[in-house]
């Protein structure tokens, strides 16, 4: 994702949850995905899921995910 090949870091995100569906991040990054992609239900559903199993200790991707899930369209 961090080297511009969004539509390559869907199906990696998408296995990885699928291996480790608590490991938090990989939601948030699945949302950044799907929010280039235009899948905006699909975002949101990433920032949400992200939202839920993040720590609080996660200030920055949590601020980011939750002004990111602000921004869709409901």
Not at 23 to 46: I, K, W
Not at 62 to 67: G, I, L
Request: no cysteine; charged share 30%; hydrophobic share 30%.
């Amino acid at each position: 994702y961090n080297r511009g090949q969004v539509a390559d870091a869907d199906e990696p995100l998408r296995r990885a949850i699928k291996l480790n569906a608590r490991y938090s991040p990989s939601y948030y990054l699945l949302g950044r995905v799907t929010e280039e992609l235009g899948l905006q239900g699909e975002a949101r559903d990433n920032y949400t899921a992200y939202l839920a199993r993040a720590p609080l200790s996660s200030g920055d991707l949590r601020a980011d995910a939750t002004r990111r899930l602000e921004k869709l369209p409901k």
